[in-house]
């Protein structure tokens, strides 16, 4: 199979966020979704590309496959199929892009990639700080303002939310948090625990509504 540019952006597309659907790849990439579709079943059946049915009333989740990913070049792992984190992980896909859209000039840089840079500074001598939080993803605008994005679609307890809102308190690789809450309640709380922390100049709390669930 001939690879075309776009084939290897759709891989490290895969690869950099490590589960996403048809139709983001399609959304992102294509202009129409049967050419979408065409084109990776060719993957698929390449062996770049996998598609795994996690329920019948929902769409496949893809990912890259080991050959795949070596592919890419993004010097990332293949994804594994944590059946745990699928909602949340296509969720922080589409939020990631309504951002971009949202922010000209901006760069997204997903959980997975803050992760092997952690490790790669770690193993050059870095200090690999266990209470430092990595968040869902790093939105860098066009003029180099660095915005920690966090996406619940679940409420959390006061206690653990005020844990993770503290880990940004010391953190300097970060100028602004965007926390997205499920509910006008997530937000109010989420509100009222910043400014008590003092850090209202820091986390600004936002509503997130209609995500989708696979």
Known sequence: MRLTPRDLEVLRFAVRHGMVTPEQLATRFFTAAPLALRRLRALEAAGL??????????????????????LAACDLAPASLDLAR????LALVDLSEELLAAHP??????????????????????????QRRVPDGLLRLADGHRVAV????????????????????????VDTVWWYLPSEVAVSRMRT??????????????????????
């Open 49 to 70: 590309l996998v598609r795994d049915r996690v329920l019948v009333a929902a769409p496949p989740v893809v990912r890259a496959t080991r050959a795949g990913t070596r």
């Open 150 to 173: 966090e996406l619940d679609l679940t409420p959390k307890r006061s206690a653990r939310l005020d844990l993770l809102a503290g880990a940004y308190a010391v953190d300097r690789d």
């Open 193 to 214: 625990l910043v400014d008590e922390r003092g850090l209202d100049h820091l986390i600004e709390p936002r509503l997130r509504r209609g995500d989708r669930s696979p």
């Open 86 to 89: 699928i909602t949340h992980n």
């Open 105 to 130: 000039g901006g760069a997204w840089t997903t959980e997975r990639e803050l992760r092997r840079d952690r490790m790669r500074a770690a193993r050059a001598g870095g200090r690999w700080d266990r």
